[in-house]
Protein backbone atom coordinates (compact mmCIF):
# COMPACT_ATOMS: atom_id res chain seq x y z
CA UNK A 1 0.00 0.00 0.00
CA UNK A 2 2.54 2.26 0.41
CA UNK A 3 4.38 1.34 -2.50
CA UNK A 4 1.44 2.32 -4.75
CA UNK A 5 1.46 5.83 -2.30
CA UNK A 6 5.41 6.07 -3.37
CA UNK A 7 4.21 5.59 -6.79
CA UNK A 8 2.06 8.43 -7.41
CA UNK A 9 4.15 11.16 -4.94
CA UNK A 10 6.90 10.39 -7.50
CA UNK A 11 4.92 10.63 -10.43
CA UNK A 12 3.26 13.98 -9.08
CA UNK A 13 6.72 15.44 -8.50
CA UNK A 14 7.84 14.21 -12.30
CA UNK A 15 4.82 16.13 -13.86
CA UNK A 16 5.31 19.36 -11.78
CA UNK A 17 8.93 19.15 -12.60
CA UNK A 18 8.11 19.11 -16.58
CA UNK A 19 5.36 21.76 -15.76
CA UNK A 20 7.95 23.67 -14.17
CA UNK A 21 10.20 23.31 -17.61
CA UNK A 22 7.76 23.78 -19.87
CA UNK A 23 6.38 26.99 -18.78
CA UNK A 24 9.97 28.54 -17.91
CA UNK A 25 10.64 28.21 -21.81
CA UNK A 26 7.41 29.47 -22.47
CA UNK A 27 8.27 32.55 -20.19
CA UNK A 28 11.84 33.32 -21.64
CA UNK A 29 10.42 32.37 -25.22
CA UNK A 30 13.30 30.03 -25.78
CA UNK A 31 15.41 32.85 -26.11
CA UNK A 32 18.37 31.34 -23.20
CA UNK A 33 21.98 33.33 -24.03
CA UNK A 34 24.57 30.94 -25.34
CA UNK A 35 26.98 33.55 -26.24
CA UNK A 36 28.20 36.20 -23.89
CA UNK A 37 27.74 38.77 -26.61
CA UNK A 38 25.41 38.16 -29.04
CA UNK A 39 22.58 41.05 -30.85
CA UNK A 40 19.19 40.50 -32.47
CA UNK A 41 18.48 43.08 -34.89
CA UNK A 42 15.13 43.42 -36.85
CA UNK A 43 14.28 46.18 -39.43
CA UNK A 44 10.89 46.21 -40.47
CA UNK A 45 9.48 48.89 -43.58
CA UNK A 46 5.68 48.80 -44.36
CA UNK A 47 5.22 50.82 -47.30
CA UNK A 48 1.77 52.02 -47.65
CA UNK A 49 0.01 54.56 -50.58
CA UNK A 50 1.19 57.72 -48.89
CA UNK A 51 3.68 57.19 -46.80
CA UNK A 52 6.45 54.61 -45.34
CA UNK A 53 6.09 52.40 -41.60
CA UNK A 54 9.56 52.00 -40.17
CA UNK A 55 11.56 50.60 -37.03
CA UNK A 56 14.45 49.02 -35.88
CA UNK A 57 14.53 46.39 -32.95
CA UNK A 58 17.25 45.45 -31.02
CA UNK A 59 17.82 43.22 -28.39
CA UNK A 60 20.77 42.13 -26.62
CA UNK A 61 20.07 38.25 -26.66
CA UNK A 62 23.72 37.50 -25.43
CA UNK A 63 24.43 36.78 -21.78
CA UNK A 64 26.66 39.85 -20.68
CA UNK A 65 25.49 44.05 -20.98
CA UNK A 66 26.50 45.08 -24.97
CA UNK A 67 28.46 48.65 -24.74
CA UNK A 68 28.97 51.44 -27.48
CA UNK A 69 26.35 50.69 -29.23
CA UNK A 70 25.97 52.21 -32.50
CA UNK A 71 23.21 52.39 -35.01
CA UNK A 72 23.89 53.25 -38.70
CA UNK A 73 20.75 53.68 -40.53
CA UNK A 74 22.51 54.90 -43.80
CA UNK A 75 22.42 58.13 -45.34
CA UNK A 76 25.19 59.17 -42.74
CA UNK A 77 22.58 58.90 -39.86
CA UNK A 78 23.88 57.84 -37.04
CA UNK A 79 22.48 57.11 -33.49
CA UNK A 80 24.62 56.16 -30.30
CA UNK A 81 22.62 53.67 -28.08
CA UNK A 82 25.55 53.38 -25.15
CA UNK A 83 24.85 50.37 -23.36
CA UNK A 84 22.50 47.55 -24.29
CA UNK A 85 22.14 45.05 -20.87
CA UNK A 86 21.34 41.37 -21.50
CA UNK A 87 17.55 40.63 -22.50
CA UNK A 88 16.71 44.22 -23.13
CA UNK A 89 14.97 45.41 -26.85
CA UNK A 90 14.89 48.62 -27.80
CA UNK A 91 12.80 49.94 -31.44
CA UNK A 92 13.83 53.20 -32.77
CA UNK A 93 12.42 55.13 -35.57
CA UNK A 94 14.68 55.81 -38.49
CA UNK A 95 15.25 59.28 -39.49
CA UNK A 96 12.96 61.34 -41.98
CA UNK A 97 14.50 60.92 -45.21
CA UNK A 98 16.50 57.61 -44.80
CA UNK A 99 16.32 55.58 -47.78
CA UNK A 100 15.43 52.52 -45.96
CA UNK A 101 17.79 50.44 -47.26
CA UNK A 102 19.83 48.65 -44.27
CA UNK A 103 20.86 49.01 -40.95
CA UNK A 104 24.02 48.46 -39.61
CA UNK A 105 24.70 48.28 -36.10
CA UNK A 106 27.98 47.80 -33.98
CA UNK A 107 28.99 47.48 -30.65
CA UNK A 108 31.90 46.49 -28.61
CA UNK A 109 33.53 42.93 -28.47
CA UNK A 110 33.44 42.27 -32.24
CA UNK A 111 29.71 42.77 -32.96
CA UNK A 112 28.91 44.18 -36.31
CA UNK A 113 25.61 43.26 -37.75
CA UNK A 114 24.18 44.72 -41.28
CA UNK A 115 20.47 43.84 -41.96
CA UNK A 116 18.51 44.85 -45.05
CA UNK A 117 15.01 45.94 -44.08
CA UNK A 118 12.11 43.56 -44.05
CA UNK A 119 8.86 44.21 -46.30
CA UNK A 120 5.65 42.20 -44.82
CA UNK A 121 4.19 40.23 -47.66
CA UNK A 122 0.81 42.41 -48.56
CA UNK A 123 -2.38 40.53 -48.11
CA UNK A 124 -6.07 41.35 -50.61
CA UNK A 125 -7.85 43.14 -48.20
CA UNK A 126 -5.03 45.02 -45.88
CA UNK A 127 -4.01 48.58 -45.78
CA UNK A 128 -1.85 49.12 -48.13
CA UNK A 129 -2.29 45.95 -50.54
Known sequence: ???SYRFFIIAGITVIGIIGA?????LTKGSIATQE???????FKDPQNL???ARVMIQNTGSKPLTNVLVN?????TQLIGTLDPGK???LS???GNSL????????NGIAIVKEYRIPPKMPGMMGS
Open 37 to 43: YEIDVDP
Open 101 to 108: DQVVVTAD
Open 1 to 3: MVE
Open 73 to 77: FGNGQ
Open 51 to 53: FVT
Open 89 to 91: KII
Open 94 to 96: PPD
Open 22 to 26: VLGIS
